[in-house]
């Protein structure tokens, strides 16, 4: 690469000038990877001292208005769930309660923890219909909430309501086999793809060139065109319009010659791809990385 010489031409490699790192490998940084070795066993210890002495499951664990944590605060064992009891306000995080159950419908009791801002489980405010989310929470049903109620609930987190983002949410959860099959098809894909490159990659390279000068040559066509069936003769726009599409040829010429003085470096770029493909094919665990 260093080599001004060379033209993008194969390369073989003469293991008696070019050793790399395949011969005479030894430790350089022993030090650096004890201390390395001692902070992945103290983030081990860490770990499962965490587990062991607390409760990771609080991390999720809903909270009422006062920060009770349902299900997990002492006297809240029997009631891991978070029920809003005024749907009814703009802002109902203060009416949060703990209950037993999320109630299925409207006229279902609801045996809660009683807060300040909700001083009896006799709610003022109309009650609704819930579905149990995530097992924390109870989320309303949104089709059968009062009309005077849906603008508020609505637009809780802006211009995306509550029921647009539950939606969203109740479409993963049915949709995970089809998220699979995308993950699946994904990595199917990146194995090919890498494959081409492998095996055509200066093919590959060449049309997606000569596709893109032939993009930008059919661009000023169309402008052109446009301006010739649109606008009758003489006309200002259909000037310009044919000026846009000249500028678009001449931009069209320098994009032909740019590729024409940088030949051999398109070249040695494919030899780059080409190598680059290869380890990725000798490493194919990498693709898991990004969804890992």
Not at 5 to 21: C, I, M, N, S
Not at 249 to 277: P, Q
Request: net charge negative.
């Amino acid at each position: 690469m260093a080599d001004p010489t060379y033209k993008g031409e194969d390369y073989a490699l003469d293991p008696a000038v070019e050793k790399g790192p395949l011969t005479n490998r030894r430790c350089t940084d022993l030090f650096c990877l004890l201390i390395f070795a001692a902070a992945v066993a103290f983030g081990v210890y860490i770990g499962i001292y965490a587990v062991e002495n607390g409760d990771p499951a609080s991390i999720l664990a809903p909270m009422d208005s006062e920060g009770n944590m349902c299900g997990k605060s002492e006297g809240y064992k029997d009631y891991p769930y978070l029920y809003f009891s005024n749907i009814n306000s703009p802002f109902p995080i203060p009416f949060g309660v703990c209950v037993s159950e999320c109630p299925a419908t409207a006229e279902s009791p609801v045996n809660c923890v009683t807060t300040t801002n909700t001083p009896s489980c006799e709610f003022w405010s109309p009650q609704y219909a819930t579905t149990n989310f995530l097992d924390r929470w109870c989320i309303p049903v949104y089709n059968e909430l009062p009309e005077s109620v849906k603008t508020n609930y609505d637009n809780l987190v802006g211009s995306i309501g509550l029921d647009d983002v539950q939606g969203y949410i109740r479409d993963i959860e049915r949709c995970w086999k089809v998220y699979l099959i995308a993950i699946a098809t994904c990595m199917v894909i990146v194995f090919l793809y890498n494959w081409f490159l492998r095996c055509f990659a200066e093919i590959l390279t060449w049309i997606a060139i000569i596709l893109v000068g032939c993009g930008i040559f059919g661009l000023g066509w169309l402008v052109k065109d446009y301006a010739e069936v649109n606008y009758p003769e003489g006309d200002t726009t259909q000037k310009w319009l044919n000026i846009g599409a000249y500028t678009i040829w001449v931009l069209n010429g320098v994009y032909a010659l740019a590729i024409c003085c940088m030949f051999y470096s398109i070249k040695i770029s494919v030899k780059v791809l080409k190598t680059s493909a290869t380890i990725i094919m000798h490493n194919m665990r990498m693709i898991i990385i990004p969804l890992v």
